[in-house]
């Protein structure tokens, strides 16, 4: 479902609201236009080609972190697709019951489960991601081979910056602002 409000009225809007108020607005527009194309894209290719499979966003990508990686311990695949422990836990079972996924004890620390998908998630996965990749090359149409690799390579960097810097950031932030207790899930310690 597309957003109510198109691009252009929410940059309207937005500048509107924001009025003399000192931020900075090419990061403030780069990270609107961020959100906003990732939830469009998700929306897309969960309507077009995880549709066909009756699968959702969380659940696609789970199968291909696992897919990728062979076998994944649970905390890395959680880490791996963005999501929670316990969110995975769920999607985990989804997974199991339509037959695409297992779980196993790790073979030298019983506290610990491994994933892998099984004979008919392997299948699925083999003939689900070209459609999934036809879907992706029609999202970026509109752009040039060049631009396509440019914006990769934009993200990545993006990316490997929160990764090496993110974390120290927040650290920071928090030692000068404390934070409040949330209402649902769970805190990171440490």
Known sequence: MP???????????????????????EALAAI????????????????????????????????????IWEEI????????AGL???TLTGIIKTLESRGLAQRTQHPQDGRLTLLHLTPNGLHLMHHLFPAFNDEEAFVV?????????????????????????????RDDLHRTTPLPPRRGGRRRTG
């Open 3 to 25: 957003a109510h409000y198109s691009l252009t009225e929410t940059e309207q809007a937005v500048n509107h609201r924001l009025g003399p108020i000192p931020v900075q607005r």
């Open 84 to 86: 929670s422990k316990g």
């Open 32 to 67: 609107s236009n961020l959100h906003r194309a990732a939830t469009a894209v998700r929306n897309h290719l969960e309507n077009s080609a995880l549709r066909t499979a009756d699968l959702t966003w969380s659940a696609f990508v789970v199968l291909w972190v696992i897919w």
């Open 141 to 169: 149409a509109p752009l040039t081979p060049d631009e396509t690799r440019h914006l990769a390579d934009t993200l990545r960097r993006i990316i490997t910056h929160l990764e090496h810097h993110g974390e120290q950031r």
């Open 73 to 80: 311990e649970t905390r890395h695949a959680a880490a791996e």
